[in-house]
């Protein structure tokens, strides 16, 4: 690999961005592959990078095949994360399935009453305010965000950083009639409107859920699907 293919990769995994190392296999030329664009060794035709692209949103490596070109393709994307806000009931339910899934799960509540080793065995647990303990986690593309506590003065401060934030997925737990009443919270706090839209709330598909498993399995359902949808969203080239 030549030294500037090395330093942009690795620059662009140091910035946390999902990328693409691509091999010629015939000619053993590289070249590295991003939203961004194409840069390298070899130019790829459109509809292989594009293809690349699409590889890299599904965080799926592998050989392509197109004509007579062989292309292998090493995706390098940051690990999925959900950050959960609220160390209740529903969280305990999420947590295994989400890791289950492949995401590395950290929850933020400040009430350490809630947020105990002993309920949340193996997990990270953040005591910091929501908007603070987000903040710092600084949530990228491949990150969730989901609000659990039902109180505004927790919930509200996490979404107005999340929103803002390139989080694939933002949802929060509530009814319509409450959602309607956080969307004037959220308004009045300073929030677009189109920012408001990304959120998912009532959060989870609706599947008639009741139990905290099944608010679990809803929530974890439309985290996925908005995750797989960003494969048909993806640019197609540079």
């Known amino acids: 690999m030549k030294a500037e293919t090395l330093e942009r990769l690795n620059a662009l ?3 946390k961005q999902p990328c693409a190392l691509v ?3 015939k000619t053993g030329l590289q070249a ?3 939203a961004g664009g194409t840069h390298g060794g070899f130019a790829l035709f459109p509809e292989d990078e594009e293809t690349v692209l699409r590889r890299i949103v599904e965080d799926r490596s592998g050989i392509v095949e197109e004509g007579d070109q062989r292309l292998f393709v090493q995706v390098f994307a940051p690990p999925l994360r959900l950050l959960l806000v609220g160390a209740v009931h529903i969280a305990q339910a999420l947590v295994p399935m989400a890791a289950l899934a492949g995401y590395a799960v950290t929850i933020i509540d400040p009430r350490r009453a809630f947020a105990t080793d002993e309920r949340f065995p193996d997990v990270t647990l953040s005591d910091a305010w ?3 303990g987000l903040a710092a986690l600084a949530p990228d ?4 965000v989901v609000t659990l506590t039902h109180d505004p003065k927790l919930d509200d401060p996490a979404l107005l950083v999340a929103l803002r934030s390139p989080a694939f997925y933002v949802g929060s737990l509530g009814s319509r009639k409450t959602h309607a009443k956080r969307v004037a919270r959220l308004l009045e706090a300073g929030l677009t409107e189109a920012e408001i839209a990304r959120l998912h709330a009532p959060v989870g598909l609706d599947i008639g859920a009741v139990t905290p498993a099944e608010i679990g399995v809803s929530i974890l359902a439309e985290i996925t699907q908005a ?3 960003q494969v048909s969203a993806a640019p197609a080239g540079g």
């Open 130 to 132: 929501p908007d603070e």
């Open 227 to 229: 995750l797989r949808r």
């Open 23 to 25: 091999t010629d296999l």
């Open 141 to 144: 593309r491949r990150t969730a």
């Open 32 to 34: 590295i592959v991003h």
């Open 13 to 15: 995994r140091a910035d």
